[in-house]
């Protein structure tokens, strides 16, 4: 295994993932939904901590063209992959550092930033190594500033424990390589399962999480089980390392663990109160669920309010937009323990004047037909909407619009995907909602070519994006003639537009 001091795996490239998660305007609401002032995004600084081949800031710097942003890792492939789909997008706001993060690169002359966010790091270090991130965070992070921090948690993650144990004892005698350790330890469970040993049939939902391992690339179990830090924490933990460089618990993921309506099964609920401090209900609500899992927020108070906003206030200005069209809506949905109440006049109101473009609550508080709802009420209507999936907060940028940087990403990470043969989705970035969404290659091949189509005919446009995805533009080893590619692209679009993936596409804003 690496020698690297830090604990984390050098010599083995991660996965190339996106985690809308990290997205500004993701952050900025689930500060707003737990009553905390969200940051302007006409103007920030953002960090992510072991960022990897930074797929997610490439997304995020693309669709937020008022930040600035910086990506920290100490694997220089990592960076170097980052980079390479930077230059091809033409990304001008984002500066990649292949570095542990330390005390001198936090005293380098970085900016203070506005968010500081690590999605696979925390749990995977050393203990010195966390308290050299929180230095970090302690020296960069500005007042009101937002961390989000992602780990593998207790006590759900606990229990698998035996199987990595179990796993590691087998392979790592046998092997050096970290992609070999990982074949060796999985055929080790198959050995086991098809032998329906007694540890399997007495711990049914382990030998589901067994299979599920054989479904993973190799190269995310290496970095996920295999390695040699692995550090399941409480909630409890990770809020008091927080807590001890002033930052508080602001907030988690999904988003149903920030409603009380919702987060506790009801035959439970009266074990708590609405004065129940916030980290002991997420202790309780861990042991509830078995959480394997968690995706925190902590917010640094600013120095200049005694008080938080309050959710009504916090999202008062923030836009939102529906995401399906009025046919397609569901209005019976269940989130947590709580049955969303959407079909109701008012709500069906919101959902219609969110279908006509992006409205916040003040604008919606104007319309006749919602004057007489409270504030407090008209937030939380719309909260319902954001929890069941069909509407979303947009960036505050605009509605959506042409970014060069984004539609150039959306190239870069298409050419990026037709490279892998076995992958069957690329992402394709969203100006109007500050992230990206997965499509089909071949869909998101079609996309491209039609967002590009208004500066060059549909079959230049489909042309150009097969040659730079290393795609064939020959039949029968002879090149497609002009007609040839006429009918391709139009075949491609009348499939896009059959499938309703066209309308999706549009109302999501990877399109206009």
Same mark, same amino acid.
């Given at each position: ?15 190339d ?14 500060a ?5 002032? /969200?940051?302007?995004?006409?103007d920030?600084?953002?960090?992510e ?9 490439? =997304? ?7 930040? &600035? ?18 230059? @091809? ?5 984002l500066?990649?550092?292949a ?12 900016p ?14 050393h ?11 302690? @020296?960069?992070?500005?007042?009101g ?11 759900g ?12 004892? $087998? @392979?790592?005698p046998? +092997? ?14 198959r ?5 329906q ?5 007495l ?18 179990l ?44 009801d035959?439970?609920?009266?074990l ?5 401090? &916030? ?27 005694q008080?938080?906003p ?9 836009? $939102? ?10 209005l019976?949905?269940?989130s ?20 006509d473009?992006a409205?916040s /609550? ?8 919602? @004057? ?10 719309l ?9 979303r907060?947009?960036?505050q940028?605009?509605d ?12 870069a990470?298409l ?14 970035? +969203?100006?109007? $909602? ?14 491209c ?28 080893? =002879? ?24 309308? +999706? ?8």
């Amino acid at each position: 295994m690496d020698s690297n001091p830090t604990g984390y795996l050098t010599n083995v490239a991660y996965t190339d993932n996106y985690y809308e998660q990290l997205s500004p305007a993701a952050l900025n609401y689930l500060a707003g939904v737990n009553g905390h002032a /969200p940051r302007s995004l006409s103007d920030f600084d953002y960090c992510e901590l072991g960022c990897g081949s930074a797929v997610s800031l490439l =997304v995020h710097a693309a669709t937020h063209p008022g930040g &600035r942003f910086v990506g920290i890792d100490l694997n220089p492939e990592h960076i170097a992959r980052g980079e390479k789909l930077a230059a @091809a997008a033409g990304i001008r706001n984002l500066t990649l550092v292949a570095e542990p993060v330390s005390d001198a690169l936090a005293a380098s002359g970085l900016p203070a930033f506005d968010f500081i966010v690590m999605h696979g790091l925390y749990a995977w270090v050393h203990p010195e190594v966390r308290e050299v991130v929180r230095r970090f965070i302690d @020296a960069r992070l500005k007042p009101g500033g937002l961390v989000l921090v992602s780990y593998n948690a207790r006590p759900g993650c606990t229990a698998r424990e035996p199987l990595r144990d179990i796993m590691r004892r $087998f @392979a790592l005698p046998l +092997s050096q390589d970290p992609l070999e350790r990982v074949q060796l330890g999985l055929s080790y469970l198959r050995l086991m399962l098809n032998a329906q040993v007694p540890f399997f049939r007495l711990n049914p939902e382990l030998a589901k999480y067994a299979e599920s391992l054989f479904e993973r690339d190799p190269h995310y179990l290496a970095h996920d089980i295999f390695i040699d830090t692995w550090n399941p924490l409480g909630v409890e933990t990770v809020a008091g390392e927080m807590g001890d460089i002033g930052l508080q618990f602001a907030g988690s993921l999904p988003l149903w663990q920030n409603h009380p309506e919702a987060d506790i099964p009801d035959n439970l609920a009266g074990l708590f109160s609405a004065q129940t401090e &916030r980290v002991t209900r997420e202790v309780h609500k861990d042991f509830i669920y078995n959480t394997v899992f968690r995706t925190d927020l902590y917010v640094r108070p600013a120095t200049d309010s005694q008080s938080l906003p309050g959710r009504t206030k916090a999202l008062w200005n923030m836009r $939102f937009s529906a995401v399906v069209p009025t046919d397609a809506v569901q209005l019976s949905m269940q989130s947590g323990s709580l049955s969303l109440p959407l079909n109701t006049r008012e709500s069906r109101m919101v959902f219609g004047l969110l279908q006509d473009g992006a409205r916040s /609550p003040a604008e919606l508080a104007t319309h006749t037909g919602l @004057a007489h709802m409270s504030p407090d009420t008209l937030v939380e209507t719309l909260c319902w909407w954001v929890l069941s999936g069909q509407v979303r907060p947009v960036t505050q940028e605009g509605d959506g619009g042409e970014l060069p940087s984004a539609a150039g990403l959306n190239r870069a990470l298409l050419a990026a995907a037709f490279q892998e043969p076995d992958r069957e989705k690329t992402w394709l970035a +969203s100006p109007r $909602f500050g992230c990206a969404f997965p499509f089909d290659k071949a869909q998101a091949l079609a996309l491209c070519a039609l967002s590009d189509s208004a500066e060059q005919s549909p079959s230049t446009a489909l042309h150009e994006l097969m040659q730079e995805s290393g795609l064939s533009v020959e039949q029968d080893g =002879v090149a497609m003639s002009e007609s040839e590619l006429i009918e391709l692209a139009e075949q491609l679009f009348d499939e896009l537009e059959v499938a309703g993936t066209l309308d +999706s596409a549009r109302r999501l804003g990877v399109i206009e």
